[in-house]
């Protein structure tokens, strides 16, 4: 195999009371990326798509990742890889993880899946670090393997994925940006012992929520004491979004990563189309651009797709 195509899936990261430990893959909105194999220690990076990231690959976060392939592989071989971004930058839907990690799965795949799982996750951390100065695997590990992960570690490596139980998510986008390096400079350095403890009961609830299926469980764990009421001052409308959303009968949700996308969790598709015109009607009614997605959750993560090959100067 010397070029494969790639469809690399946005993720929610946090999951409310998770920070930088919980994330789930989605359906959609998803990433495409095509690689092809030089046999030179090169990247040559291609954009299809309007958002004019850098081609450079020192300043790309595909671009890092595909470098750091290459070291350990021996040096020996390069990359070339074109991507079309579907994942706006600065959404909170995972946009440079997608980059990240499909750079990475992508890289592996053409070098004969040589790469662990870890070493895959540790190759797109770096990519990570580049868009927000911290290496954390939060969208990283859901958009690898699918479903939803858990990182209990990442010093040692240790991610756990957990049960996905069969629900609907519907995620509003207002068309602001919310740097992630950004939203984590106004976050607190310190916090009270009785919000901790808090936030560690929903965040064991939510695990053993999806363990079990328990719907109610995860109902009432989607709760965050600590960086949820920091963050939700960036987001126009945020509070509205979540009281109204949960009584139309949404299990509940939160800001996605660093925002401004807001998630909900529903049980029906019936429901979590309800959310979708709630979300429209009041960001409408604020007048800030939008868009919104009802989809589900993603079990395969990043995957080859067929289809023809469209490889500049190819």
């Not at 790639?6 to 430990?21: E, M």
């Not at 899946?113 to 580049?130: C, H, P, W, Y």
Request: hydrophobic share 45%; aromatic share 6%; net charge negative.
């Amino acid at each position: 195999m010397n070029q494969v195509k790639i469809k690399s899936p946005g993720t929610v990261a946090n999951l409310v009371c998770g920070f930088d430990i919980l994330g789930l893959a989605l359906n959609d909105p998803y990433d495409i990326m095509e690689f092809r194999l030089l046999d030179e220690p090169q990247v040559i990076i291609h954009n299809r798509d309007h958002f004019e990231l850098p081609t450079d690959p020192e300043q790309n976060v595909a671009g890092v990742v595909l470098q750091a392939a290459i070291e350990k592989a021996g040096g020996n071989i390069g990359f070339e890889v074109t991507i079309e971004k579907r994942i706006k930058p600065g959404s909170g839907l995972g946009s440079s993880a997608a980059s990240a990690a499909g750079a990475a799965v992508g890289a592996n795949l053409l070098l004969g899946n040589r790469f662990s799982t870890d070493e895959l996750v540790q190759l797109a951390m770096i990519g990570e670090k580049l868009a927000s100065g911290v290496k954390h695997a939060d969208n990283i590990t859901p958009c690898i393997l699918g479903g939803i992960t858990l990182i209990r570690s990442i010093y040692p490596m240790d991610i756990v994925p957990l049960a996905t139980p069969d629900l609907f998510v519907t995620v509003v986008h207002p068309q602001i940006e919310v740097r992630t390096a950004d939203a984590r400079q106004i976050l607190k350095q310190k916090v009270l012992l009785k919000d901790a403890i808090k936030q560690w009961g929903n965040i064991a609830g939510l695990v053993a929520g999806f363990m079990r299926n328990d719907k109610a469980l995860i109902s009432r764990s989607l709760e965050d004491v600590i960086i949820e009421p920091v963050r939700s001052i960036l987001i126009p409308g945020f509070d509205e979004v979540k009281q109204q959303c949960r009584e139309a009968g949404a299990l509940g949700g939160g800001i996605s990563g660093s925002g401004p996308s807001i998630f909900m969790l529903s049980e029906t598709e019936a429901i979590a189309q309800d959310v979708a015109g709630i979300m429209k009607a009041i960001y409408s009614r604020i007048g800030i651009d939008h868009y919104v997605y009802v989809t589900t959750i993603n079990n395969r993560g990043v995957e080859v797709v067929e289809g023809e090959w469209s490889m500049v100067n190819s």
